[in-house]
């Protein structure tokens, strides 16, 4: 007979371990899958293109219902998971509903940070995680709305974007000194914030928010220096938080995150958790590629290869706003120990760092060129070194290839 296992859970990294799991041991489980959203998985990567009008909300989901169907999957959608009873193995719905299980995978993805300022209740004030909040910004943004993102992170800028495409006039308001700080160099996010302004969208930064201001509605965006932005939207995108709730009153092992080992198993054995819910080594990530390893693993370990451990991943972004290439991976500011190769051409908007730790490729920043980013990934993934084609490193694939043979 099958063996009952639960997903908590129906985002990115819930889809893919099904996917991963059904290839390699179909019909060994018995899988229900229980999301909170009303709907089909989809890809949460594309909802700044949904945003932007680029792409329509139905083209987004990862896996049309069919597939679920063949896979004999049992699919909950439209239903949170409420708690976990370690004990007897089950775990309750918000309808009532309890589902057995000899494995579970809490795959409950995150939360955006909701700002501790007055105002975060007011009608108008939004925030940018799901289909959701999607349709609702979307319905809030026309021609000449007034709209404030909170945030100059990748999230806030295509956010940013999508409603600067949509009409409204937008500014960003940051924190910190420079756009995207967690993935660019000073001098990428200067480039960066100039291309952003050249589309119209105005970059405050150093900019504390100390209050959203109005009756009912948001009227205005308080900054700690007294300055106000009038908005008739704002949204917040000013970073996430792994969603445990579920796992803490389970008294499951939690930190940031849900606490994961290298088997990607909780504190509890046979609860596993995968994605930006789960802590690994200290880390919660952000992003979806370390959430589709985390899948691999997982479901190789429960189709029965028990040598596959996860030890971490290589973080990599690219941003999603037309127009603008960016990305960066790896140690992308450099550590000490570590050499920068750096390319500008002003001419062609171009901006390049590789850094280089002990003859090997560590990080890489690129700004207009991003064609040879996925190959930097590559390299900097392997850890192979780089000293044979150093000369040519820097001008990509093709001719540090070419060069090398
Ligand atoms: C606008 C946007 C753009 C992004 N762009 C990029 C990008 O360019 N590159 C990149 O790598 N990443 C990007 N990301 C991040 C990426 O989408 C996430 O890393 C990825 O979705 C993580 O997958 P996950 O399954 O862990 O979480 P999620 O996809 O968030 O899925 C978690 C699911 O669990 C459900 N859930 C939570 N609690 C319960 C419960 N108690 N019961 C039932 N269901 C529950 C949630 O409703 C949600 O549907 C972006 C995210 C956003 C919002």
Sequence with gaps: MSEPLVVIGNGMAAARFVEELATRALGRYAIAVVGEEPRLAYNRVLLSAVLGRDVKSSEIELKPAQWWRERGVTLLYGHAAVAIDTGIRRVRLANGMTLPFTNLVLATGSRPIRL????????????????????????????GTRAVVIGGGLLGLEAAHGLAKAGANVSIVHLMDRLMERQLDARAATMLQRAIEAKGIEVYLQASTAAIRGACR???????????????????????????????????K??????????????RAGIHAIGECAEHRGVCYGLVEPAYEQAR?????????????????????????????????????????????VFTDPGLDTYKR??????????????????????YLDLIRSGASTERIRGDLMFGRALAERMAA
């Design 116 to 143: 501790p300022v007055p105002g975060m209740d007011l009608r108008g004030v939004l925030t940018f995680r799901d289909l959701g909040d999607v349709a609702a910004i979307g319905g809030a943004a026309t021609k």
């Design 218 to 252: 948001v009227e205005a965006v308080e900054l700690a220096d007294r300055r106000t932005l009038d908005a008739d939207l704002v949204v917040v995108a000013t970073g996430v938080r792994a969603n445990v709730e579920l796992a803490r009153t389970a008294d499951l």
């Design 354 to 375: 590789l850094v280089i730790a002990d003859g090997r490729l560590v990080g890489a920043v690129l700004y207009g060129d991003t064609e040879d980013g996925l190959w």
């Design 297 to 341: 693993v997982l479901a190789r370990r429960l189709a029965g290869d028990m040598s596959a451990t996860y030890a971490g991943s290589v973080l990599a972004t690219n941003l999603k706003v037309s127009g603008v290439n960016v990305f960066s991976a790896g140690d992308f500011l450099g550590a000490s120990g570590t050499e920068s190769i």
């Design 254 to 267: 939690v930190d940031r995150g849900v606490v994961v080992d290298d088997r990607l198993q909780t504190s």
